[in-house]
């Protein structure tokens, strides 16, 4: 891998990992994939970092997906750990405990929307087009396309989407509910930073409870959900943040959250 075709910037307490490759539109190749899931890995020890972002370089793509041009005249059998190591650094993404933001600076295609949706959180640019293209290329989405989309947009928009392997605008994609914002591409990183504040005013074990209470709960029944949501409740409950929040709150002062 080219020294920078990922690179990860803190900024305030946030991760900022950028994909930069813009040349090829950000397309993952495997050595980028594999520098994702170190990345994802490592924040398991970061406590200075409150909060990731990930975006990509350029403004024409946030990502092309899979890099197809590594993967052109690569055997079936041996793209196997190409898929794997695309989808190892998409579920890396998934699985981080803290919160994560992509800020879709441009188009977003099959894995590149896989790992799009592999975040809490997407703010995009309104020339963005986004889409799971894959089955025009001979195969289906293979880094949890089948799977998250449906469960963020329900299975009518995902069969569209997929079956048909149709693009769309942000506006759709924001009527559909795959985004949660649509900017100009200008005002892209101050929307980002607005979501970062108001995320830097919630207590951070809160939000990685909440956001672990969501994620284990779903497809679950309510009672077993319930008592998911209980065991991520007591996290917090015996947390010195829950002392800070009442008491700040008793003080009408803005409370200093601290993570423990
Ligand atoms: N893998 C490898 N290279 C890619 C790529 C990918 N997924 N997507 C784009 N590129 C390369 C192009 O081959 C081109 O390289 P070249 O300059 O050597 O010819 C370069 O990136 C620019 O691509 P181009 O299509 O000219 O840019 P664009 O801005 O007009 O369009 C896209 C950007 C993303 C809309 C278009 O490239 C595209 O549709 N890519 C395929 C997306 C896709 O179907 N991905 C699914 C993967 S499963």
Not at 70 to 76: H, I, Q
Not at 114 to 120: F, N, Q, V, Y
Not at 178 to 186: D, I
């Amino acid at each position: 891998m080219a020294e920078q075709d990922v690179t990860s910037e803190l900024r305030g307490e946030a991760l900022w990992v950028t994909l930069n490759r813009p040349s090829v539109r950000n397309a993952l190749s495997r050595a980028v994939n594999l520098r994702l899931q170190e990345i994802a890995a490592d924040l398991e020890q970061r406590d200075d970092v409150r909060a990731v972002v990930l975006t990509g370089a350029g403004d024409k793509a946030f990502s092309a997906g899979a890099d197809l041009k590594e993967r052109r005249g690569v055997p079936a059998a041996d793209s196997l750990s190409f898929v794997n190591a695309i989808g190892g650094a998409i579920n890396a993404f998934g699985e981080i405990r803290k919160p994560t933001l992509c800020a879709m600076n441009g188009s977003a295609y099959g894995g590149g929307l896989e790992l799009a949706m592999a975040c809490d959180f997407r703010i995009c640019v309104d020339t963005a087009e986004m889409g799971l293209t894959e089955v025009r290329l001979g195969i289906i989405p293979g880094a949890g396309g089948t799977q998250r989309l449906p469960r963020l947009i329900g299975e009518a928009r995902a069969k569209e989407l997929i079956l048909l392997g149709r693009r769309i605008t942000a506006a759709q994609a924001l009527g559909y509910g795959l985004v949660h914002q649509v900017v100009p591409a200008a005002r892209l990183a101050a929307t980002v930073e607005a979501w970062l504040a108001e995320l830097g005013a919630c207590a951070p074990l809160s939000v990685s409870s909440a956001k672990s209470a969501i994620e284990r709960g779903h497809g679950k029944s309510l009672d077993d959900g319930l008592a998911i949501e209980r065991e991520c409740y007591e996290v917090t409950l015996y947390s010195e943040d829950r002392d800070e929040g009442l008491a700040a709150f008793a003080e009408g002062r803005p409370p200093r959250y601290q993570g423990r």
